[in-house]
C-alpha cells in the first residue's frame, strides 16, 4: 500500500499566519490535514499524520519521520497570506484584525533540491489539476516581483511554483508538495476555508490527485 505523509504546517506555539477574522493558520491546517488524511484512507491509501498535535516544532524532524515510514509522497498542509503592504485594518466585535482580499486561490510549492523534482512536479500538476476541477482556482500571487515574492512560477494553470529552500521540501527523501490551501487573510475565502463541507470537498480533490500522481510515481519505478 502506497503511504503519503500529510504534514500539518506549523504548530500551537508557532501558529503561522492569522486570519481575517482572527483563529490561527494551524488550526486551518489541522482540520484540512486531519480530513486529507482520512479521504487518503477511504481510498486505500496509507496516510501518516505528522504534527497534528501541534508539538512538531522541528521541520527536519517531520521530514525524518515521514522518511522513517517509508512515505512515497509528503504533502505539507498550508494556509496562505500576502505580503504586508496589501494588508489593511477591519474590526470584528470590537478587535482589529489585518485583512487582504486582493488576492484568492490556492498555491502549490516545490524544490528543485528535493532528491525527485521532476516527481513533486508530477503529483503537484495531478492535485493543482484536481482542485481545478472541483471549482478552485489558483493564485498567482507569489509571482510578483515585489520583495517577499518573486517565486519562479512553474506551472500558472495549476499555481505551481519553486520554492527551493523549504525546509520540508528540499530535506523530504520522496517527493514533496507543500499545498497552500487559500489566503485566510481574505474575508470570504476565510469563510469558505472555514467550512466543514468545503474542507471536505477539498479533501476529496487533493486525494484524488494524490492518487493519480502516485499511480505516475510507480510506473516510474524500477521493477526490482
Not at 477511504?42 to 497534528?52: E, K, R, V
Not at 504586508?84 to 528543485?112: E, K, M, N
Not at 517565486?151 to 519553486?162: A, E, F, H, S, T
Request: contains cysteine; charged residues 15%.
Amino acid at each position: 500500500m502506497a503511504l503519503v505523509a500529510v504534514d500539518v504546517g506549523h504548530s500551537l506555539a508557532h501558529s503561522g499566519a492569522v486570519s481575517a477574522r482572527g483563529l490561527p493558520e494551524f488550526r486551518f491546517n489541522q482540520q484540512l490535514a486531519q480530513a486529507v488524511a482520512s479521504t487518503l484512507q477511504s481510498h486505500n491509501l496509507g496516510a501518516l499524520l505528522i504534527g497534528a498535535r501541534g508539538d512538531a516544532e522541528s521541520l527536519a524532524q517531520r521530514t525524518a519521520v515521514a522518511t522513517a515510514a517509508g512515505a512515497d509522497l509528503l504533502l505539507s498542509v498550508h494556509h496562505d497570506s500576502v505580503q504586508p503592504r496589501y494588508l489593511q485594518s477591519w474590526t470584528v466585535d470590537g478587535q482589529a484584525w489585518r485583512v487582504s482580499d486582493r488576492f484568492s486561490g490556492f498555491s502549490l510549492l516545490i524544490s528543485r533540491r528535493n532528491p525527485d523534482p521532476e516527481h513533486s512536479l508530477a503529483c503537484a500538476q495531478a492535485i493543482g489539476a484536481a482542485l481545478r476541477a472541483a471549482g478552485q482556482h489558483p493564485s498567482l500571487h507569489h509571482a510578483e516581483p515585489i520583495q517577499g515574492e518573486s517565486r519562479p512560477l512553474v506551472d500558472p494553470m495549476n499555481g505551481i511554483y519553486w520554492f527551493d529552500d523549504l525546509v520540508v521540501l528540499k530535506t523530504a527523501s520522496s517527493p514533496a508538495v507543500l499545498l497552500e490551501a487559500g489566503i485566510i487573510v481574505n474575508r470570504a475565502d476565510e469563510l469558505q476555508l472555514r467550512d466543514p463541507q468545503r474542507q471536505a470537498r477539498m479533501a476529496a480533490a487533493v486525494a484524488d490527485g494524490v492518487q493519480r500522481c502516485l499511480t505516475v510515481l510507480f510506473r516510474a519505478r524500477p521493477v526490482p
